[in-house]
């Protein structure tokens, strides 16, 4: 089992940016998959930035090109750059482990299935 601690949450006015960590340990199998998903109040979670060992990293189409997903080269830290922040993408933030190799394929909304280990999150919130 992986276990995962995310930080570096906050509160940020619109346009702002934020950085969010997430410190993994415990590897109990390999680990294909890396990624950060978010839920909002009231919806569903949602992946939003996955990073493959092999495949490189996909990004879903509502944070493609403001957000960035990467690891450290040991692969123990995994990261999200947050860039133009809006109010939409205020949410609780969750980073996440797979084992499976086909973790960045299939639907965005079925890649969460896919995730075994995740963390406790840690709160985004934007303001106008």
């Known amino acids: 089992q992986v276990q995962l601690v995310e930080s570096g949450g906050g509160s940020v006015q619109a346009g702002g940016s934020l950085r969010l960590s997430c410190a993994a340990s415990?590897?109990?199998?390999?680990?294909?998959?890396m990624g950060w998903f978010r839920q909002a109040p009231g919806k569903e979670r949602e992946g939003i930035a996955i990073i493959h060992r092999y495949s490189g990293t996909s990004y879903t189409d509502s944070v493609k090109g403001r957000f960035t997903i990467s690891q450290d080269n040991a692969k123990n830290n995994l990261y999200l750059q947050m860039n133009s922040l809006n109010p939409e993408d205020t949410a609780m933030y969750y980073c996440?482990?797979?084992?499976?190799?086909?973790?960045?394929?299939?639907?965005?909304?079925?890649?969460?299935?896919?995730?075994?280990?995740w963390g406790q999150g840690t709160q985004v919130t934007v303001s106008s």
């Open positions: 996440a482990a797979s084992g499976w190799y086909d973790c960045d394929s299939g639907s965005w909304s079925s890649r969460v299935t896919k995730y075994t280990d």
């Open positions: 415990g590897y109990a199998a390999i680990t294909y998959c």
